[in-house]
């Protein structure tokens, strides 16, 4: 039987993996947005800054699909790395075991929620996926 503290101390491991993975993601977003230059194109800080924002949104949403993948990968390395060095022990494999049940279902969202994206553009004809700032 699982105590309280035992469960309480996965979970933790569990929000503490899912922040790291934010961190990158979010690491990422920002270092991979384009330069605006905004000399030429805004004479005014406040359109540039709107511009730059839209800019970081449309890198995260563009990389999170193949960032999913990655984390699944990982996801996937350490569950099988789990139940290799489990040694039989069945709290070992159960663990390796949920490891491996949240990555699946992680990756499992992040195909749906894709798909469902898709689905609205085909019958709006609206690219959701393309962030725009009306004027």
């Not at 270092?31 to 605006?36: D, L, M």
């Not at 970081?56 to 569950?79: G, H, R």
């Not at 040694?87 to 749906?112: C, E, H, M, N």
Request: net charge positive; aromatic share 8%; charged share 10%.
């Amino acid at each position: 039987m699982v105590s309280i503290f035992q469960r309480t101390t996965v979970h933790q491991r569990y929000k503490a993996k899912a922040l790291a993975l934010f961190t990158i993601l979010a690491g990422l977003s920002v270092s991979f947005t384009t330069p605006t230059y905004a000399a030429v194109i805004c004479p005014t800080s406040d359109a540039c800054q709107i511009g730059d924002a839209v800019g970081i949104i449309e890198n995260i949403i563009k990389y999170l699909a193949p960032a999913a993948a990655i984390a699944f990968l990982i996801m996937t390395i350490v569950a099988g790395f789990q139940f290799v060095t489990s040694g039989g022990d069945p709290k070992a494999a159960a663990s390796a075991r949920t490891t491996l049940t949240y990555a699946i279902i992680g990756i499992v969202l992040v195909i749906a929620s894709w798909l469902i994206l898709l689905v609205i553009k085909s019958v709006t004809g609206v690219n959701v996926t393309n962030v725009q700032i009306p004027p």
